[in-house]
C-alpha cells in the first residue's frame, strides 16, 4: 500500500510538473536570425484586458464635461511613443575639378584611369513618427512607412525613455508594422472595437506631429466617415476619416474613442498644402488588431484567397445583366486553379451573400475575404440566370503577384472601327506589344476613346480587350464589327472587358 501511495505521489508531481510547464511555455518566445539577434514571436500577445468607463462619466457642468477629456487624454498618453528612424543612404559625389567625366588632376596623382575622383558618400536620412504600445512587455503598433527600410529604430516613451526598437514584422498592404523594444510594465492601450463606431462619435488623436519637440500631442475631433475606401493609401482600405487634427509625425499614433480605448491608427492626411485640412484617415483597429496578432505571433501576415476579380454593380451595369442596383457584387476575373475556379464560379456571376452576410460593396467583401484564414471554408451564394446557388469553397492562402510581359512579334495588319467615342482594332502581335498587354487575351483592342464620350465616363480606357459584347463572346474582329452595327444611338451598350488580365464590366448609353 505504501509504494502505491508513493507512486500516486509521483504521478501528482509529474501532472503538476506538466500543467506549470504548460503555464511556462504557453507564453513561451522563441527568436530568429534578424537584424541584430533576430525577429521575435510570441504565442500569446497579452493585450491589456483592463476596462475604463469614462463613456458612463455623468456631466452636469461644463467642468465635468472638461474632466472628462482630460481622464481621456491622461489615460491613453502614456501608451504613446515618439518614433524615430536611421536609414544609410549613398549619395554620388563629383569633384569640382571634373570634366567630362573625369578629373584632370588624377593624371598627376596616379589616380587609375576611369576611376577618378568620383565616389559616393554615406549619409543619414532621419525620421520620425508615433507608435502605440500594445503590450506591456514591449510591443508596439504603427505604420509600416514609419519604419519601412530603416537600419535603426528607437523609441522614446512618454516618461522620457529612450529605448532600441526591433522590426518584428511589416504588413505594406494595410501600412501596418509591429516593433519592439526590451522593456516591462510598459502601459498598453485598450484595444476597442472600431465595428461599433458611428459617424459624429467624438475621437482623440495623440502624437508627435512636425518634430520630437511637439512629442504626444492631443487633438479631438469626431468620426466623419467610416469604411473610405479607394484612397490609395493601401491595398487593403477600410479608413475611418476624422477631422481630429493630424499632420506630418502623427502616422502611427493612436485614435482613440470617449472610453480611452484605441480604435484606429493615424495614417494619413488629405491636404493640398501638406497640412491639416480637416480630414484624416485611420486604420480600424478590428483590422489592425488582426494584422498585429499575425506579426507578433507568426510574424507574417496570411490572408485568405478565393481567386476572383469583384466589382461593385451601378445602375448602367445592373440595367445590362437585369438586376437591381447594389443586388450584389459581380465576379469579373476568375483565376484558373483557383478555389473560386474549382468550385464552378464563372466571370458574371453575382455574389449575394458571403458566409450567409450579404454582399453589397466589393471592398468590404474584398476585406473579408482576406480576413479570414487559408484553409477556412465559405459558403458563397451566387446569382446565376435568374437562379441563386451556393457553393462551398476551401480558400487557400494568397498569393503573390506574378506580372507576365508581352513578347515581341512581327507586324500585322489590323481591322478597326470607330463609334460611339472610341476606337477598337483587331488585336494583333504587334498592337498587343505596343499597349502591353497578352496576345491572347481577346480579339478587340480599344486604341484610342473620346474623353468627352460616355464610355470614357464609364471607365473604358485604351488598351482594354473588349472580350464581349451585350454578354455575347467576341470571337472575331468580324462578329464584333456586325454586332456594333446593329447597335443604335442612346441603347444601352454593356462591355465586358480585359484590363492586364483582370475583368471587368463597363456598361453606358452610347
Given at each position: 500500500?505504501?509504494?502505491?501511495?508513493?507512486?500516486?505521489?509521483?504521478?501528482?508531481?509529474?501532472?503538476?510538473?506538466?500543467?506549470?510547464g504548460g503555464l511556462v511555455f504557453a507564453n513561451i518566445e522563441f527568436g530568429f536570425s534578424g537584424r541584430?539577434?533576430?525577429?521575435?514571436?510570441?504565442?500569446?500577445?497579452?493585450?491589456?484586458?483592463?476596462?475604463?468607463?469614462?463613456?458612463?462619466?455623468?456631466?452636469?457642468?461644463?467642468?465635468?464635461?472638461?474632466?472628462?477629456?482630460?481622464?481621456?487624454?491622461?489615460?491613453?498618453?502614456?501608451?504613446?511613443?515618439?518614433?524615430?528612424?536611421?536609414?544609410?543612404?549613398?549619395?554620388?559625389?563629383?569633384?569640382?575639378?571634373?570634366?567630362?567625366?573625369?578629373?584632370?588632376?588624377?593624371?598627376?596623382?596616379?589616380?587609375?584611369?576611369?576611376?577618378?575622383?568620383?565616389?559616393?558618400?554615406?549619409?543619414?536620412?532621419?525620421?520620425?513618427?508615433?507608435?502605440?504600445?500594445?503590450?506591456?512587455?514591449?510591443?508596439?503598433?504603427?505604420?509600416?512607412?514609419?519604419?519601412?527600410?530603416?537600419?535603426?529604430?528607437?523609441?522614446?516613451?512618454?516618461?522620457?525613455?529612450?529605448?532600441?526598437?526591433?522590426?518584428?514584422?511589416?504588413?505594406?498592404?494595410?501600412?501596418?508594422?509591429?516593433?519592439?523594444?526590451?522593456?516591462?510594465?510598459?502601459?498598453?492601450?485598450?484595444?476597442?472595437?472600431?465595428?461599433?463606431?458611428?459617424?459624429?462619435?467624438?475621437?482623440?488623436?495623440?502624437?508627435?506631429?512636425?518634430?520630437?519637440?511637439?512629442?504626444?500631442?492631443?487633438?479631438?475631433?469626431?468620426?466623419?466617415?467610416?469604411?473610405?475606401?479607394?484612397?490609395?493609401?493601401?491595398?487593403?482600405?477600410?479608413?475611418?476619416q476624422t477631422d481630429a487634427a493630424i499632420n506630418p509625425g502623427n502616422s502611427g499614433g493612436p485614435l482613440v474613442n470617449i472610453n480611452g480605448e484605441l480604435v484606429g491608427i493615424n495614417t494619413a492626411i488629405?491636404?493640398?498644402?501638406?497640412?491639416?485640412?480637416?480630414?484624416?484617415?485611420?486604420?480600424?483597429?478590428?483590422?489592425?488588431?488582426?494584422?498585429?496578432?499575425?506579426?507578433?505571433?507568426?510574424?507574417?501576415?496570411?490572408?485568405?484567397?478565393?481567386?476572383?476579380?469583384?466589382?461593385?454593380?451601378?445602375?448602367?451595369?445592373?440595367?445590362?445583366?437585369?438586376?437591381?442596383?447594389?443586388?450584389?457584387?459581380?465576379?469579373?476575373?476568375?483565376?484558373?486553379?483557383?478555389?473560386?475556379?474549382?468550385?464552378?464560379?464563372?466571370?458574371?456571376?453575382?455574389?449575394?451573400?458571403?458566409?450567409?452576410?450579404?454582399?453589397?460593396?466589393?471592398?468590404?467583401?474584398?476585406?473579408?475575404?482576406?480576413?479570414?484564414?487559408?484553409?477556412?471554408?465559405?459558403?458563397?451564394?451566387?446569382?446565376?440566370?435568374?437562379?441563386?446557388?451556393?457553393?462551398?469553397?476551401?480558400?487557400?492562402?494568397?498569393?503573390?503577384?506574378?506580372?507576365?510581359?508581352?513578347?515581341?512579334?512581327?507586324?500585322?495588319?489590323?481591322?478597326?472601327?470607330?463609334?460611339?467615342?472610341?476606337?477598337?482594332?483587331?488585336?494583333?502581335?504587334?498592337?498587343?506589344?505596343?499597349?502591353?498587354?497578352?496576345?491572347?487575351?481577346?480579339?478587340?483592342?480599344?486604341?484610342?476613346?473620346?474623353?468627352?464620350?460616355?464610355?470614357?465616363?464609364?471607365?473604358?480606357?485604351?488598351?482594354?480587350?473588349?472580350?464581349?459584347?451585350?454578354?455575347?463572346?467576341?470571337?472575331?474582329?468580324?462578329?464584333?464589327?456586325?454586332?456594333?452595327?446593329?447597335?443604335?444611338?442612346?441603347?444601352?451598350?454593356?462591355?465586358?472587358?480585359?484590363?492586364?488580365?483582370?475583368?471587368?464590366?463597363?456598361?453606358?448609353?452610347?
Amino acid at each position: 500500500m505504501k509504494k502505491n501511495g508513493n507512486r500516486m505521489k509521483y504521478l501528482l508531481l509529474l501532472l503538476a510538473g506538466v500543467a506549470l510547464g504548460g503555464l511556462v511555455f504557453a507564453n513561451i518566445e522563441f527568436g530568429f536570425s534578424g537584424r541584430d539577434g533576430g525577429f521575435t514571436f510570441t504565442s500569446k500577445p497579452n493585450y491589456a484586458t483592463a476596462k475604463n468607463n469614462f463613456e458612463n462619466t455623468p456631466v452636469q457642468t461644463l467642468r465635468d464635461f472638461n474632466e472628462t477629456f482630460v481622464r481621456i487624454a491622461e489615460s491613453a498618453t502614456p501608451s504613446v511613443v515618439t518614433i524615430f528612424t536611421e536609414k544609410s543612404v549613398s549619395r554620388r559625389t563629383i569633384s569640382p575639378f571634373e570634366f567630362f567625366g573625369r578629373n584632370p588632376f588624377d593624371d598627376f596623382f596616379g589616380t587609375p584611369r576611369g576611376g577618378g575622383s568620383n565616389g559616393t558618400r554615406k549619409e543619414v536620412q532621419r525620421g520620425l513618427g508615433s507608435g502605440v504600445i500594445v503590450t506591456s512587455d514591449g510591443y508596439i503598433l504603427t505604420n509600416n512607412h514609419v519604419i519601412d527600410k530603416a537600419d535603426a529604430v528607437y523609441v522614446r516613451t512618454s516618461d522620457n525613455r529612450k529605448l532600441d526598437a526591433k522590426i518584428i514584422g511589416t504588413d505594406p498592404k494595410t501600412d501596418l508594422a509591429v516593433i519592439r523594444v526590451n522593456a516591462q510594465n510598459l502601459r498598453p492601450i485598450l484595444i476597442g472595437d472600431s465595428d461599433r463606431l458611428r459617424v459624429g462619435e467624438w475621437v482623440i488623436a495623440i502624437g508627435s506631429p512636425l518634430g520630437e519637440s511637439l512629442a504626444r500631442t492631443v487633438t479631438q475631433g469626431i468620426v466623419s466617415a467610416i469604411g473610405r475606401s479607394n484612397v490609395g493609401l493601401a491595398d487593403y482600405e477600410d479608413f475611418i476619416q476624422t477631422d481630429a487634427a493630424i499632420n506630418p509625425g502623427n502616422s502611427g499614433g493612436p485614435l482613440v474613442n470617449i472610453n480611452g480605448e484605441l480604435v484606429g491608427i493615424n495614417t494619413a492626411i488629405a491636404s493640398r498644402t501638406g497640412g491639416f485640412e480637416g480630414i484624416g484617415f485611420a486604420v480600424p483597429s478590428n483590422m489592425a488588431r488582426k494584422v498585429l496578432t499575425s506579426l507578433i505571433t507568426k510574424g507574417k501576415v496570411s490572408r485568405g484567397y478565393l481567386g476572383v476579380s469583384i466589382q461593385d454593380i451601378d445602375e448602367n451595369i445592373a440595367a445590362g445583366l437585369q438586376l437591381q442596383p447594389g443586388q450584389g457584387v459581380l465576379v469579373g476575373t476568375v483565376v484558373a486553379g483557383s478555389p473560386a475556379a474549382k468550385a464552378g464560379i464563372r466571370t458574371g456571376d453575382v455574389i449575394v451573400n458571403f458566409n450567409d452576410r450579404k454582399a453589397v460593396s466589393s471592398v468590404e467583401l474584398r476585406n473579408v475575404i482576406a480576413g479570414l484564414s487559408p484553409g477556412s471554408t465559405a459558403r458563397i451564394g451566387i446569382l446565376r440566370d435568374g437562379e441563386v446557388k451556393v457553393f462551398t469553397v476551401r480558400l487557400e492562402e494568397q498569393p503573390s503577384q506574378e506580372v507576365a510581359a508581352a513578347l515581341p512579334a512581327p507586324p500585322q495588319p489590323s481591322q478597326s472601327s470607330e463609334a460611339f467615342g472610341f476606337r477598337s482594332q483587331e488585336l494583333t502581335p504587334q498592337l498587343a506589344l505596343q499597349f502591353k498587354v497578352q496576345p491572347g487575351a481577346g480579339k478587340v483592342l480599344v486604341t484610342g476613346i473620346d474623353q468627352s464620350s460616355n464610355a470614357f465616363r464609364a471607365g473604358l480606357r485604351s488598351g482594354d480587350v473588349i472580350v464581349s459584347v451585350n454578354k455575347q463572346p467576341m470571337n472575331s474582329f468580324a462578329q464584333y464589327a456586325a454586332v456594333m452595327k446593329k447597335v443604335r444611338s442612346g441603347e444601352l451598350l454593356l462591355l465586358l472587358v480585359d484590363r492586364r488580365g483582370s475583368k471587368v464590366y463597363f456598361a453606358f448609353n452610347v
